[in-house]
Nanobody
Framework: VQLQAFGGGLVQAGGFLRLSCVASGRTGRTTNMAWFRQAPGKEREFVGGVSWNGIYANYADSVKGRFTISRDNAKNTVNLQMNSLTPEDTASYYC?????????????????WGKGTLVTVSS
């Protein structure tokens, strides 16, 4: 499975941004997907994940109520809607995938990774 994320950019605090990740390959439609992020000088952290059927979703506490993950299996696309952005959300955002059941949590074995897309939130 190949993953490509896009949609990053510069936004002011309080604003919103929508990231998308397109999956290609034979098992793209049955791949659980997630978003991770990594800020400069910090470890990579889990943002949220969604199962391949869109039923199960998990989010990091830091983004609950502000970020929403959705997927469109007809387009092999997973989206991350980010609202009420703060400078602390500045990071490179990566999409990841796994083919393990319905696993969409941080602890899952995220086997597939895309290149990051940079999100910068100005104060």
């Amino acid at each position: 499975v190949q993953l490509q994320a896009f949609g990053g950019g510069l936004v002011q605090a309080g604003g919103f941004l929508r990231l998308s990740c397109v999956a290609s390959g034979r098992t793209g439609r049955t791949t659980n997907m997630a978003w991770f992020r990594q800020a400069p000088g910090k470890e990579r952290e889990f943002v949220g994940g969604v199962s391949w059927n869109g039923i199960y979703a998990n989010y990091a506490d830091s983004v609950k109520g502000r970020f929403t993950i959705s997927r469109d299996n007809a387009k092999n696309t997973v989206n991350l809607q980010m609202n009420s952005l703060t400078p602390e959300d500045t990071a490179s955002y990566y999409c990841a995938g796994n083919g393990d059941g319905y696993c969409s949590r941080n602890e899952c074995r995220w086997k597939y990774w895309g290149k990051g897309t940079l999100v910068t939130v100005s104060s």
